[in-house]
Nanobody
Framework: QVHLVESGGGLVQAGGSLRLSCVAS????????MSWFRQAPGKEREFVAGINRHSDTTDYGESVKGRFTISRDGARSTLDLQMNSLQVDDTAVYYC??????????????????WGQGTQVTVSL
């Protein structure tokens, strides 16, 4: 059975940092493209960042470029998201997801086979 479990969310002031982690079990993460999505209240789920299965290519949503960094550790089956210079608009539930589709569709949530339960990130003024 596949499980993706996120951690690291919390409350932080604007300008601060958080590091999210996602631990995968039941799958070999090196065979999946992995991404972070987020969903704020009343909004659609949004692509945040992705890393391909070879860990040599990354992609970021426009709103987080230059502030967030995605990384993975195949040996530990983990996916991380370092979030710096957090803004109030970053407040959302953050989800990690695994896709066995082609990299070209990485920004579509429909491309992802497995999802975590989410972790709440709240950024205050």
């Amino acid at each position: 059975q596949v499980h993706l479990v996120e951690s690291g969310g919390g409350l932080v002031q604007a300008g601060g940092s958080l590091r999210l982690s996602c631990v995968a079990s039941g799958i070999t993460v090196s065979t999946y493209d992995m991404s972070w999505f987020r969903q704020a209240p009343g909004k659609e789920r949004e692509f945040v960042a992705g890393i391909n299965r070879h860990s040599d290519t990354t992609d970021y949503g426009e709103s987080v470029k230059g502030r967030f960094t995605i990384s993975r550790d195949g040996a530990r089956s983990t996916l991380d998201l370092q979030m710096n210079s957090l803004q109030v608009d970053d407040t959302a539930v953050y989800y990690c997801a695994a896709s066995n589709r082609i990299w070209a569709v990485r920004r579509r949530d429909s491309a992802y086979l497995y999802w975590g339960q989410g972790t709440q990130v709240t950024v205050s003024l």
